[in-house]
C-alpha cells in the first residue's frame, strides 16, 4: 500500500475526520499512485493517521475511509459490507426501509464516492412480467469505487444473504450499474451508459418502465411511480426529497383551509393550478395533486420538463395517484373528500433557457432544477442562473400562491441560495413571506466534519398580494 505524508497544517484536519485532502495538503506529488489506487496517511513524524484511496491528477488527491492504521488490503470486500451493514441498520432503525430509499450515501456512510439506492417495486402494478422485487442501483463516481467494484458486488450479494437468513429480504433482487455521473469526468473515468449487473431468472424487460414505492413524508404511505432505470436521470428517481414533499404537502393542506373556494367542487371553472417545473417523472406535481385532491379540490397540473420520456411518465404518474378515492375516516386537521380526477398536461420545453410560453397565474409552483454548480469557480455564474430561472418562476405565481423552490448544488450554501432568491424577488418586483425551509432526507445523512454533504435546499413561501 502506498504512504502518503501529509504536511503539518493539515495533520489535525485528517484528524478531526475530513474526508478529503487537496494535492497542496499533502507533503509531496502525488502523482506516483494509480487513480483509485489504496494509500495510508501518515504524520510528520511518520505516524498512521489515516487510510483511504489517491488520485494522481483529481482536485481532491485523498478520500478517507477512515482514521488509523490501514487494515490489510484497504478497501476489501469485508470492510464494504461492514459499512453497508451498518447503513442498512441506520435506515431500517428509522423505518426507512419500508419505501425506496437511499441504502449507502459516500461520505456520509464511510465509503466516498459511492452511492447505492434500493428501489422496492410495486407488486401491485409490477403487471404479469417477473419483476424483481427490489432493485439495488450502484453509482460509483471515482476512481477508487469503480477499482472497487468487484468487492462492491460481492458484499452487496452478501448482504442479500444476510437479509434472506434474516427473513427481511424480497423474494428476488436486481443490481443495476450506474456509471453514468458527470462527476466522474473529474476522475479521468468514461461516462458509461447504465446496464444491469443482475437481474432475476425468468422473463423480464429490464428497459421498461417500472413501478416503485415511494414515500412522500416518515410516515406516508408509499406511492407507485413508474421510472426508466436505464433511460432516466441518475439511478431512475430522486429519493431525497422524502421530508420536503411532506412539508409541502402539510403547507399545501393549510394553505387551502384557509382558501376553501379555490378549486372547490367536482365541476370547479377555476381549477387549482399547479405548475411542475423540472418535473422529471411527476413526483412533485402528483404528490401535491393528490394532497389538494384530498382535501376535495379540483386539480389541474403543467408538467414541464426538456425529456419527453421524462413527460410520458410524469403525466402516467400524476394520474396514477391523483384520483382519490373516500376515506374511512379524516386525517389530523381536515376532512377528506373524494376528488375528482386530478387533469394533467405536458410541455415539453428547456426551462434553464427560457419560460416563454409557459402560462402564469397558477396558484403553485415547484421549482426544482437539475444542480447549477459542478465547480467552485462556476459560483457566481451559477448565482446569476438561479436569480434568473426563480425569477421567471415567480411571475408565474399569482398573488397569494405557493411557491416552492429547491436547489441540489452542493457547493452553493445556504447563504448563497437565499442571495439568488431575494434577487429573484427584487427582478421580478414580487414579494414572498417564506414560512418553511427542508432539506434532504433521513437517508441523506450528514456528518457535521464534512458539511459539503449537506447539499439540497428548498424554500416555501407564499407570494404576498
Sequence with gaps: ?????????????????????FSNELAHSPKDIEPGEPVELRDH????????????????????LGLGSAPE???????????LLRARDLRRGLGLDRASHRLCFAEADGLPGLVVDRYLIDPAAAGGERAPAQVLAVRPSTAGMDRALPAIFGALERLLADERSGGAAPASSAILLDQGSSLRALEELPVLPKVWQRVPEGPWDGGAPTPILAAPGLAREPLPFAVDFLGGQKTGFFLDHRLNLELASALVAAWLRGRPSVGSGAGSANPLRILDLFCYVGQWGAVLAREAARRGAAVEVLAVDASARALELAVRNVQANGTIAPCAGPPAGGS????????????????????????????????????????????????????????????????????VTCSCSGLLSEDGFREALHRAQAQAGRAVQWVACGGQGLDHPVRAEFP????????MGIVME
Design 452 to 459: 459539503e454533504g449537506r447539499y439540497l435546499k428548498c424554500w
Design 73 to 83: 488490503g484497504g478497501l476489501t470486500e469485508d470492510l464494504v459490507l461492514q459499512r
Design 45 to 64: 513524524a511518520d505516524a498512521p493517521i489515516g487510510f483511504g484511496y489517491g488520485h494522481p491528477h483529481s482536485l481532491i488527491a485523498y478520500r478517507s
Design 336 to 403: 377528506v373528500q373524494a376528488g375528482p380526477p386530478v387533469r394533467v398536461h405536458a410541455l415539453r420545453a428547456d426551462v434553464l433557457e427560457s419560460l416563454e410560453g409557459v402560462p402564469g397565474g397558477q396558484d403553485i409552483v415547484v421549482c426544482d432544477p437539475p444542480a447549477l454548480v459542478k465547480r467552485r469557480k462556476d459560483l457566481p455564474k451559477a448565482v446569476r442562473a438561479y436569480s434568473k430561472l426563480n425569477r421567471e418562476a415567480l411571475r408565474r405565481v399569482r398573488p397569494g400562491g405557493l411557491f
Design 1 to 21: 500500500m502506498r504512504i502518503w505524508h501529509v504536511r503539518k497544517g493539515a495533520e489535525a484536519k485528517v484528524r478531526r475526520g475530513y474526508p478529503w485532502l
